[in-house]
Structures are given as structure tokens and as C-alpha cells.
């Protein structure tokens, strides 16, 4: 069967090859694994809470309505890091394609976690669609202003985990000539290196990637991962290396840095406002392509 739903989770498989297929979480609508021809794609700790008592860590978790934690925003600023959207549970809304297998998960202020929106109590309405094609995965998602009166001011992003052979061996490329706020650093700057490479915890936010930019993961000069944006300008590349994994409870096995890179695309350097009664959307494509080196326009 192409769509199976449990209690807690959602499976699609792919009616041409059943070992492509994904797995989606009911809590946080969080994609916790994704195999495309049998072979997993996204890192996963093998100290992930999958149930429903902490964000899970690894996947596919959301990031909304605020990024990070906003220490100045008077709305904001009251939630914790990354929002509610990873910590509540979602409605499973059905399949709304049979292929590719398509399905869609709902969240809105009453399903959401009610810590949270003691917090938070702005009217909005969330739709994740995702789409398991033969050879990628679409995550796309839809919000609603639902307010008559108030505009509605959020950050979205995907905090995708890619499972990697060896970050020491691994580069980002296409980001070369992109701003950059290094979060760890507190500056802002022009990335002039050819491509990202990793000696240590990297923490940065390029700023305006333009949207036809390409960001592939490529580990000893071999693709391994592409990710495309649709409306989501920005894009975080992190990875906590040693002292900071080693700081996560549910960061397992400690060496799993190693194996890991998260590449988020979202809108997240400034926030998006939607009138009263207004929808945005916006979406990320991964998929496995071939090497494609863009020049700096
Ligand atoms: O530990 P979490 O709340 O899941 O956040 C994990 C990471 O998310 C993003 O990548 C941020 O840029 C990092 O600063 C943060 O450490």
C-alpha cells in the first residue's frame, strides 16, 4: 500500500519502489526518514525522542513562527527557540494524490500545543504537503492569516538534517559571493570562498540566496545531495561539531556530527507579514542531481 497511517506516523512508499518511501511523525509533522532506492537520506540521532516529549532531532523538524530565539520582537520573543510548530501535534489531513503519493498534515492555534499558545495566541493556519517523488522529496508549506484584523509576522524554515558520509570530506557549493550572518561569530560578511567547508561547529545564516541557486552537498566530488527553494530566501548551514553535540542529550552517537549537515532553507533574516485573510507558500525540494558549479553572478 502506497499511504499507511498509525497512531503516531504516516509512510508513503513509492508505487514504483517500495524502497523509496518516507516517514512522517503526527507530532511536529517532523519527516524523520527519508529513503530514496533503499538508502536513508536524512540523519537521524539514534537519541531522537519520536514520542512526542521534545522536538526530534533529526529530519525534517519546522521552524515557525520564529527562528532561533528572538530576544526583542514583543510576540515573538515570549516562545521558545524555533516556535511551536516542531513540538505540536499535527491533524493528518489525508492523501490528496495517489502518485506520486502526496499527503497533507494541518495545524492551527487549537490543535497546537496550548503551552505554546498561551505564549503565542495569533490566528493562523498551517498545511505541510509532501510529495514523494521517484527521485526527490517535496515539503511544501502553506500559512493563513486567519485573523479579520491583525497582520500576522513569522520566520519559516526547514531544518533539514542530510546524512552525510564524512563532513571532513564534504563541501557546500553555490553559496560562494552570498551575505552571511555567522551566529556564532555575531558578524555579517560576504562568503568569498569557492564553497563551504567544515574544520569545526558552523553556525551561519546566508542571506537572499537568489532563488535560482542550486545548493548541492558534495563529499570527495561527488553530489550527494541537492537542495532547491521555492519562495524561501534564506538558508542556515550548521553543524554543532564536537563540544557542542556533546552538550545535546539527544545527539547520539556523539560522534554523529560527523555524519550529519543541516542545509535550512527558510525565510528567517527578516519576517514574512501576511495582511488579515492572506496565504504564503513556499517549499524545498531535495533530491540527488548532478554536479552543478553556478558562477558568481
Ligand atoms: O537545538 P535546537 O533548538 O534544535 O537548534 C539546533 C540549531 O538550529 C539552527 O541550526 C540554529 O542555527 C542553531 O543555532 C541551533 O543550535
Known amino acids: 500500500m502506497a499511504i499507511e497511517e498509525t497512531e503516531t506516523q504516516v509512510i508513503l512508499s513509492h508505487p514504483s519502489d517500495s524502497s523509496t518511501n518516507v516517514t512522517i ?49 514583543p510576540l515573538l520573543s515570549k516562545l521558545p527557540q524555533h516556535g511551536l510548530a516542531r513540538n505540536s501535534t499535527w491533524e493528518f489531513l489525508g492523501q490528496v494524490k495517489s502518485n506520486p503519493p502526496t499527503v497533507q498534515f494541518g495545524l492551527n492555534p487549537k490543535l497546537s500545543n496550548p503551552e505554546m499558545t498561551k505564549l503565542w495566541s495569533e490566528d493562523f493556519n498551517l498545511i505541510l504537503t509532501v510529495e514523494l517523488g521517484s527521485d526527490y522529496l517535496k515539503t511544501e508549506i502553506e500559512v493563513e492569516n486567519l485573523s479579520s484584523s491583525k497582520e500576522l509576522k513569522f520566520n519559516w524554515l526547514f531544518h533539514t538534517y542530510l546524512k552525510i558520509p564524512d563532513i571532513e570530506d564534504t563541501m557546500i557549493s553555490n553559496l560562494v559571493g552570498m551575505k552571511l550572518y555567522d551566529q556564532l561569530l555575531k558578524e555579517s560578511f560576504v562568503d568569498k570562498h569557492p564553497c563551504v567547508t567544515f574544520h569545526g561547529e558552523k553556525d551561519v545564516i ?44 539527544d545527539f547520539e552517537p556523539k560522534t554523529g556530527y560527523k555524519e550529519m549537515v543541516c542545509v535550512e532553507p527558510g525565510h528567517v533574516h527578516d519576517f514574512v507579514v501576511l495582511s488579515p485573510g492572506e496565504k504564503w507558500t513556499a517549499a524545498q525540494i531535495l533530491s540527488k542531481d548532478e554536479l552543478k558549479y553556478q558562477a558568481i553572478q
Open 25 to 73: 511523525l503526527k507530532y511536529g509533522a517532523t519527516v524523520f526518514s527519508w529513503k530514496l532506492y533503499g538508502q536513508e537520506q536524512l540523519w537521524l540521532s539514534t537519541a531522537a525522542k519520536l514520542d512526542g516529549s521534545k522536538p526530534v532531532r533529526g529530519g525534517i523538524p519546522l521552524v515557525f513562527p520564529v527562528f532561533g530565539k528572538n530576544e526583542s520582537d
Open 206 to 249: 546566508y542571506q537572499n540566496v537568489e532563488a535560482d541557486r542550486v545548493i548541492q552537498v558534495v563529499n570527495q566530488g561527488k553530489p550527494v545531495h541537492t537542495v532547491k527553494r521555492v519562495n524561501l530566501p534564506d538558508s542556515v548551514v550548521w553543524n554543532p561539531w564536537i563540544e557542542k553535540s556533546g552538550g545535546m542529550g
